[in-house]
């Protein structure tokens, strides 16, 4: 009887494992139409938009620090222009994307390194910018979550998993499969952007960042 | 360092007009400051910035005392506290229900700017070395600002507009390159009262 117990443990854990080892990409997909395509840019703003949110950033040890985000996207043209300020309303940090580099324009210790400029850029065209190629692969899993995914440069990948009712992930892969950044978005759109959004990443440094949307405008 | 320089202008020269006459020169506005015990008030900061079309508002409020303690706290749309009292400094931030300390980096470069405030909050705020000032009787009275070299950089010019009850600021208006400015306008305003105990210590 304990013997039983225990390979039916056994069978159990191996059952949870194997589930956990499945690569996403294998799971089983019905491929989308060329119609579906939208829906991979539905969670992007469409047009130009600026944007406040709050901003709660939290390090590795639990250290955080409230923010005041500001961020004006023109997807057209892939520019975004992202102020961070204290709740006092001093810039600590002001840049913009615009064909494909990065201008700061001010930087206040200690968010005026390259490293953090590039992090920060990077996340915000990860979270507001739609990827730019056609999607490798877009579908629906058995449950209904849909799936886009594009390939990279250098081997990455960026997914987006999810429903309008259940809400959507953003995944962003590294070239061995491991998960870099991941976000979460959750509704109601205002102005095509998401009303919450948590952003946790996990290399090359850990960090949390929990965004509410304060101010939309188009 | 100049977001806290800025916040030294703002409780600097609203103690400093607090308790005076509008028709009262430079000499007697110093000695109404040097007669304030405790200063508290409700704020109104419109935040203008180039790329946004209409202005970021934050409401708060702060409790000054003279005894070198002061309190400036947001409480919205980010709710934050400043604590100093004496040499102690804490900053925190309200999170899924809780006060939390912020981080180490901005409790340090606020200590470096409450050198600066106290300097002031002394009676020596003409002793500055970050503004040239000019006092202006109106009406409505007003006291300029003009940053020196370095700090010009940050803040092109402050101008704070007293309101015609004596003791009272009316607002605070701070113009910075780029054309950014920020706007704080105070309400109920009350001099020398008694302060909450405690207002200084917990967040």
């Known amino acids: 009887m304990i013997r039983e117990k225990g390979l039916d443990i056994c069978l159990l854990g191996l059952l949870i494992f194997s589930t956990g080892c499945v690569p996403m990409a294998e799971k089983v997909l019905s491929h989308g139409s060329p119609d579906d395509l939208p829906t991979c840019y539905a969670i992007f703003p469409a047009g130009p938009w600026a944007s406040v949110h709050r901003i709660e950033v939290t390090l590795r040890g639990g250290v955080s620090s409230s923010l005041l985000g500001v961020t004006k996207g023109e997807p057209s043209e892939r520019r975004l222009h992202s102020l961070l300020l204290t709740p006092e309303g001093f810039i600590l940090f002001d840049a913009e994307l615009r064909e494909g580099g990065i201008v700061v324009r001010k930087a206040v210790a200690p968010f005026d390194s390259p490293a953090f400029a590039s992090g920060l850029m990077g996340d915000v065209t990860l979270l507001f910018l739609a990827p730019q190629a056609r999607p490798s692969i877009w579908g629906k899993e058995a449950d209904g979550t849909r799936i886009c995914r594009w390939e990279g440069p250098g081997g990455t990948r960026t997914e987006i998993r999810g429903s309008p009712n259940e809400g959507w992930r953003i995944l962003r892969r590294d070239d061995q499969g491991e998960v870099t950044r991941e976000i979460f978005l959750n509704g109601p759109l205002v102005q095509g952007l998401a009303s919450y959004i948590e952003l946790r990443a996990s290399r090359p440094a850990a960090y949390k960042l929990r965004m509410t949307l304060l101010q939309a405008a188009p | ?203």
């Not at chain 2, 015990?37 to 203008?48: D, P």
């Not at chain 2, 606020?110 to 070395?129: P, T």
């Not at chain 2, 390159?177 to 008694?194: D, K, L, M, Q, W």
């Open chain 2, 1 to 203: 360092m100049v977001r806290f320089l800025f916040l030294s202008v703002l409780i600097g020269t609203g103690l400093f007009s607090a308790g005076a006459g509008l028709s009262q020169d430079w000499a007697s506005l110093k000695e109404a400051f040097r007669n304030i015990r405790s200063v508290k008030a409700e704020f109104l900061q419109k935040r203008t910035l180039p790329i946004l079309t209409e202005p970021l508002l934050s409401a708060g409020r702060f409790f000054f005392s003279a005894s070198g303690s002061l309190r400036w706290e947001y409480l919205s749309p980010l709710r934050s506290v400043m604590l100093q009292k004496g040499d102690t400094i804490q900053i925190y931030h309200f999170s899924e229900g809780v006060w939390k300390q912020e981080m180490t980096q901005a409790v340090e470069a606020r200590r470096m700017v409450l050198a600066e405030i106290s300097q002031w909050l002394q009676g020596r705020f003409d002793e500055s070395k970050a503004f040239r000032h000019l006092y202006s009787p109106g009406p409505p009275a007003r006291v300029i600002l003009d940053p020196g070299e370095g700090i010009n950089k940050f803040i092109h010019r402050i101008e704070i507009v007293l309101s015609a009850r004596p003791g009272v600021i009316d607002r605070v208006e701070i113009e910075e390159p780029g054309g950014s400015r920020t706007s704080i306008e105070f309400r109920n305003v009350e001099i020398n009262s008694s302060l909450p105990s405690g207002i200084f210590e917990k967040p």
